[in-house]
């Protein structure tokens, strides 16, 4: 049996879906019940659990051969996910596969990708069977500057022109099935990204043809970039750590294309144009 964490959100939603188009049979663990069957449906296996109440763990993992780990964005995720790490192992679920981040390292050199090597460290040093899924970009973030585009018809960010190999989160959700269906995954990390990599202006170009009206990007600052994450009621902290993901787009971290999608899943990554057709209603 398969159990999902962070099935309610962008990635989440889509390996859901995915799943039930594979027939694979899954549990989704999630804090609210109701509340994630008004996101995914009042029919999926549903089970009350919470990686910061490890006591409600052991009954949530009774029974898991394969554990889907993936935790919201937060301070402390490394001790959030470290609560089922230990609860898996007393569960004796053999295989994880784990929502990280690209480089991913104890001694990383950003928080976000230290917090993540820590965890894939842990999951390593404990035995377990483990697949690192470690997604570029998401195309789906995008949809964070809709309101912008469709009012104003330009979107900001601190990234000047630099290139990033966005990745659809159809894409990551796809191999993230693999890897929990399949055999062959096991000790492996895989570096997902889209076809190609793109500029956030050619983005704008892209958006301009599919929208059929002009949307430009202008790079802003990254002290301006950071005050607005902090204005939208993010703490200080994490802005930093999102502020520093930018930097490494701009030193060219993000433009590394792979073919991880053509040979796990067997099919070409899907292309940010495909993304804005699919996604037309977001924007106007």
């Known amino acids: 049996m398969i159990l999902l964490t962070g099935a309610t959100g962008t990635t989440g939603q889509e390996t859901v879906r995915q799943l039930l ?5 899954f549990r989704v663990m999630t804090r609210d019940i109701e509340r994630a069957k008004t996101i995914l ?13 490890p006591e409600t763990l052991a009954a949530a993992f009774d029974g898991i051969e ?12 490394v001790s959030l996910e470290l609560n089922a790490v230990a609860a898996a192992k007393r ?9 990280s981040a690209i480089g991913s390292a ?11 090597g820590e965890i ?12 690192n899924l470690w997604p570029n970009a998401f195309m789906q973030n ?33 191999v993230t099935v693999a890897a929990l269906t399949e055999d062959g995954h096991e000790e492996q990390t895989y570096e997902i990204t889209g076809p190609r990599a793109y500029s956030y202006g050619e983005c704008a170009e892209i958006l301009s043809r599919i929208l059929n009206k002009t949307v430009r990007f202008e790079s802003v600052s990254m002290d301006a970039s950071h005050k607005a994450l902090v204005d939208a009621g993010l703490p200080a902290s994490l802005a930093d750590a999102l502020i520093e993901i ?3 787009f701009i030193d060219g971290f993000g433009a590394p294309v792979t073919d991880v999608v053509d040979r796990v899943v067997g099919r070409p990554p899907r292309s940010f144009e495909v993304f804005a057709r699919d996604n037309t209603d977001s924007f106007t």
């Open 21 to 25: 188009e594979k027939g694979a049979p």
């Open 41 to 53: 449906g009042p029919d999926l296996d549903y089970v009350a659990g919470d990686f910061a109440a």
């Open 66 to 77: 394969r554990l889907s780990l993936l935790c919201a964005f937060a301070e402390k995720m």
């Open 91 to 99: 569960a004796g679920i053999r295989h994880i596969v784990k929502m």
């Open 106 to 116: 104890p001694d990383a050199p950003t928080k976000i990708r230290r917090w993540h």
């Open 120 to 131: 894939e460290q842990r999951i390593e040093r404990e035995g377990f069977a483990y697949t």
């Open 142 to 174: 995008f949809r964070r500057f809709a309101p912008f585009i469709k009012n104003d018809g330009v979107f900001y960010a601190a990234i000047g022109e630099s290139r990033v190999a966005l990745v659809d989160v159809v894409d990551v959700a796809a």
């Open 246 to 248: 930018d930097q490494m």
